[in-house]
């Protein structure tokens, strides 16, 4: 089955340390999000990527760092200098320009103490 | 005050109830989405839409783009469609990013 699968679940890190999660998909879709997703808000863009080693900073990408080496692939480092990285990240694709549809990963819950 | 607004934030209904959700938003855009939050928290997308009215199941969403309003209708709820429904719009003229702006969530809880 196609579809975006995000690892693991549920992350718990202490502070001070890097975490990395997952994001990858089987669509084959060219353009790869992600989102933070905290009580009470709608969901913020971190970071995207329109093709494979291309990628832009979203609305709150400090603190985070991504890479695309895969067209498949699209992993968040959430870095020390991370104020607040307790929260709820998901990751999305889209198809290609001029495709508005994005389709969702299952998400990552990050806690860290 | 958010570029895209829902009401209303919590909705607690009884099996079998009309549910409507609303969506106003401040902005032009290119497209409106209804995403479905289930307790888990992986999204799904119901619809997309950027005019007239959409169906499928027991689902239902229009949209005026002239008011800059959509709703979202239930008929016939049922305890499984107990979720956080989200609102979110591709901006007009975002360029390839194809944004996204999202609200804050509706929270239904239907009951038995």
């Known amino acids: 089955d196609g579809g975006i699968t995000q690892s693991p679940k549920y992350l718990f890190r202490k502070e001070g340390q890097n975490v990395t999660l997952s994001c990858e998909q089987n669509?084959?879709?060219?353009?790869m999000y992600w989102y933070r997703q905290d009580p009470g808000q709608g969901l913020r863009l971190i970071y995207y990527?329109?093709?494979?080693?291309?990628?832009q900073k979203g609305d709150i990408a400090e603190g985070y760092s991504v890479s695309r080496e895969k067209k498949e692939s699209f992993p968040l480092t959430v870095t020390s200098a991370q104020k607040n990285p307790t929260a709820f990240y998901l990751c999305a694709s889209r198809e290609a320009a001029g495709s508005y549809e994005q389709y969702f990963g299952p998400g990552t819950r990050l806690t860290v103490t | 005050k958010n570029e895209v607004e829902q009401s209303p934030q919590n909705l607690t209904a009884q099996e079998g109830e009309f549910i409507t959700i609303n969506c106003s938003y401040s902005v032009g855009i290119s497209a409106l989405h209804w995403l479905q939050q289930h307790p888990g928290g992986g999204i799904v997308s119901l619809f997309m839409l950027s005019s007239g009215k959409k169906k499928h199941g027991r689902l239902i969403a229009t949209i005026n783009i002239q008011e800059k309003h959509s709703s979202l209708h239930i008929t016939a709820s049922h305890p499984r469609d107990s979720a956080v429904y989200i609102c979110?719009?591709?901006?007009f003229g975002g360029g390839a990013t194809n944004k996204l702006i999202f609200g804050t969530g509706t929270l239904l809880a239907v009951q038995p």
């Open positions: 979110a719009v591709t901006l």
């Open positions: 990527s329109q093709i494979v080693n291309d990628f």
């Open positions: 669509l084959n879709h060219d353009a």
